[in-house]
């Protein structure tokens, strides 16, 4: 039998995939509609990963530490819901599960040439939730800080390894709050880092701290170049990139460089007040609804489709759920026509951009500034495949788009970026009457 939330009044029930019902209370089930800011090794989390929930609320106790399974959409574990469908929760979540419990204490690999994904803490918090069959939205963020390493060699040798000491290796975790601190005592380590790039690039995920930073590149010569840097903050959540130019005399380094993973965590200076440190862009809460963002192409985006339905909206007439329908909204947005999403306002598909639905201080891109986010580079799990809505046929297509503001010189299409199940990009136009996914981007 699978295990079960065990709270007095639990009611053992068949699943109502239309949800639970007051008037005729049905059992259904926890899942989970993750959002990654960012990721070691990707932007979203992989079929078969697996994150620990635990449920807190006010009456009784709820869950610890439950397992889930993430299947491409949702982490879904067989974990029904309570009987007390008005009765607010708090959803506590981390990745990587471990069955020894949620951690109060977190280390990262002193090893990490195999690669630094174990040593990829996330944590996700959600409030205010109560039972329901829509799976819950959860914004996973990043509790360790990432550190790479751009080599630049000038000498006769290859580079074989880099090592980085002076940083503690164990961290004080309080998932709640989303907060890590490097344990009290705990001594500096060596961390070797992973190689990405041969003999180009290297990367570490370390407990954010302020500590002196030691950098050294061992080269196939034998040789050990080695640099100190002093008072080096890392901040949770954030990465950074230090380029280091190795000569025949040792290490000079750049504290510099473009970053392209998690949050931009800027250049690393010498102390907390640092100008080169950027906030975190952190979570965008619209109308209700909290959206994850992402920093690329020093842009700021939304990592999610938006999901917001205008009041003057009516369903199948400008605006539908994904094709999934509305389990599918939490993880893949709303699909809108071009109308809907511009909201009345009028644009000629060439001038500035324009707001529509999307949040105040944030607009619908033209179609430069989606070339120009994927030009960035960014991982393919950026992008979210949600079908499209076919005027024409009155029915779901399985192409996925999304939309931007720059239309053709009759006004009856819009320009799209079309996302293909393996990751691929391309360009087209649709008629502006087609129901398409939406991200929108903060104005500069």
């Given at each position: ?89 708090t959803l506590v979540a981390y990745y990587p599960y471990s069955e020894g419990g949620a951690p109060a204490q977190f280390s ?203 009041a003057s909206a009516a369903w199948k007439a400008g605006i539908w759920y994904p094709k999934e329908g509305a389990s599918g ?116």
């Amino acid at each position: 039998m699978k295990p079960k939330m065990k709270v007095a009044g639990y009611m053992l029930a068949l699943f109502c995939a239309a949800g639970c019902s007051e008037s005729e209370p049905m059992s259904c089930y926890v899942t989970i509609a993750p959002t990654v800011r960012a990721r070691v090794t990707a932007l979203a989390f992989e079929p078969g990963d697996r994150i620990g929930l635990s449920i807190v609320r006010a009456s009784e106790p709820g869950v610890r530490n439950r397992p889930m399974t993430y299947d491409g959409t949702v982490f879904a574990g067989g974990l029904e819901w309570y009987a007390e469908q008005t009765e607010p929760s708090t959803l506590v979540a981390y990745y990587p599960y471990s069955e020894g419990g949620a951690p109060a204490q977190f280390s990262v690999a002193a090893d990490q040439r195999d690669g630094c994904e174990a040593s990829d803490l996330l944590g996700a918090v959600r409030t205010g939730v109560v039972p329901g069959a829509a799976p819950v939205s959860m914004v996973f963020q990043h509790l360790m800080a990432q550190l790479t390493v751009l080599v630049d060699n000038r000498t006769a040798g290859s580079v074989q390894e880099v090592v980085l000491e002076g940083f503690a290796t164990a961290a004080a975790v309080d998932l709640e709050a989303l907060e890590v601190s490097v344990m009290a005592d705990a001594a500096a380590s060596e961390v070797r880092a992973c190689e990405v790039r041969s003999g180009l690039s290297y990367r570490a995920v370390l407990v954010p701290q302020q500590a002196d930073l030691t950098v050294s590149v061992i080269t196939s010569d034998g040789v050990v170049h080695r640099k100190t840097i002093d008072a080096v903050a890392l901040e949770s959540g954030h990465c950074y990139d230090l380029t280091v130019e190795v000569t025949g005399s040792g290490l000079k380094m750049q504290l510099s460089g473009e970053i392209r993973d998690w949050i931009d965590g800027g250049s690393i200076g010498s102390g907390k007040d640092d100008p080169g440190h950027e906030e975190d862009p952190g979570a965008l809460v619209y109308e209700g609804e909290t959206y994850a963002t992402a920093l690329v192409g020093g842009r700021l985006w939304m990592a999610e489709n938006l999901r917001y339905k205008p009041a003057s909206a009516a369903w199948k007439a400008g605006i539908w759920y994904p094709k999934e329908g509305a389990s599918g909204v939490a993880a893949k947005g709303l699909l809108y026509d071009w109308t809907t999403a511009f909201g009345g306002e009028t644009f000629d598909g060439q001038a500035a951009s324009v707001q529509g639905v999307c949040p105040s201080g944030w607009h619908i891109p033209v179609r430069e500034e989606l070339e120009a986010l994927v030009d960035s580079g960014c991982d393919p799990g950026f992008f979210v495949l949600s079908g499209c809505w076919i005027h024409t046929t009155s029915k779901y297509g399985s192409a996925s788009y999304l939309m931007s503001a720059s239309l053709s010189a009759q006004n009856t299409k819009m320009a799209c970026l079309k996302i293909s199940a393996e990751g691929a990009h391309s360009f087209v136009s649709v008629p502006v009457q087609y129901g398409v996914s939406l991200r929108c981007v903060k104005d500069e």
